[in-house]
């Protein structure tokens, strides 16, 4: 059994001045991958679902198309007021402040939940007792994730995290932590032990406007962080990034069930 986890502190605030930078800035996940989590867990019209830590909901927008109900919640007014104005069109998002410490069974049940680069900073092993009251019993969740192979399209990757590591604050990202518990530890010594990964790779067109609203939507680089030297970081990428033309990226998702359901 894995040793239990330290979780990181919750901040709210962690993501407020990211919030106007993250749509743009960060990798859209493939269509072909939100097809193929559907498909796998048998996601219907008759079916809610759960965007937890939602950021600017660009998984609720993607999974309202194929499921009756999403819920979608953040702790950040700014993630939600951004989300609220991209999902202008969805009839059936609804949007809720709160955290993974205000989810329960009040919420109802659900068939799929699913999160976009936030599992790591709950208290995942909390979030999974809870989870397992709210997620029907032949349900499953999704973790989304996206990386950038190592291929020569993406050799400018190593100058982009290099000036980001110059200016963050000494603050780093906790995977870095030798002692980080990769998620699927979790899981395996939760009630979701029954996993399968998916991934889409796509090469895809990019610039240097695109570099820096992605510096500038991380929780380390982003303004209310970096402060004055906001500014210069900023700089910093245009001027060495400015050929930047494409990128090779893989978005994947780690799909999750009970270890009794098929």
């Excluded at 605030?13 to 559907?38: F, K, N, Q």
């Excluded at 609804?94 to 069974?105: E, K, N, Q, V």
């Excluded at 570099?211 to 500038?216: D, G, H, K, P, Y």
């Amino acid at each position: 059994m894995a040793p239990v986890p330290t979780p990181e502190p919750f901040d709210p605030d962690r993501y407020r001045s990211a919030a106007t930078h993250y749509e743009r800035g960060r990798v859209p996940y493939a269509p072909a991958l939100i097809r193929r989590v559907a498909e796998v867990t048998g996601l219907g019209s008759q079916h809610r679902v759960l965007d937890l830590g939602c950021g600017p909901g660009p998984l609720a927008r993607r999974f309202a198309s194929l499921a009756r109900e999403v819920i979608a919640i953040d702790p950040t007014p700014e993630m939600l007021t951004a989300a609220r104005t991209l999902a202008a069109e969805a009839t059936n998002i609804r949007f809720l402040a709160g955290s993974s410490y205000d989810i329960g069974p009040a919420l109802g049940h659900f068939h799929l939940v699913v999160m976009g680069r936030s599992f790591h900073w709950m208290d995942r092993v909390d979030t999974l007792k809870r989870l397992n009251q709210m997620i029907e019993p032949a349900g499953a969740l999704a973790l989304f994730h996206d990386s950038a192979p190592a291929v020569p399209a993406n050799a400018w990757q190593k100058l982009w995290h290099d000036i980001r590591e110059r200016y963050e604050p000494n603050t780093g990202p906790h995977q870095h932590d030798p002692n980080w518990i990769r998620h699927e530890a979790i899981l395996l010594d939760s009630p979701f032990a029954r996993m399968e990964s998916f991934g889409v790779i796509e090469r895809r067109a990019i610039d240097v406007e695109i570099l820096v609203q992605r510096a500038l939507s991380m929780g380390s680089t982003s303004p209310a962080y970096l402060g004055e030297k906001t500014a210069t970081m900023v700089a910093e990428i245009r001027a060495a990034l400015a050929d930047v033309r494409e990128e090779v990226v893989e978005t994947s998702a780690l799909v999750a069930w009970r270890s009794d359901s098929r």
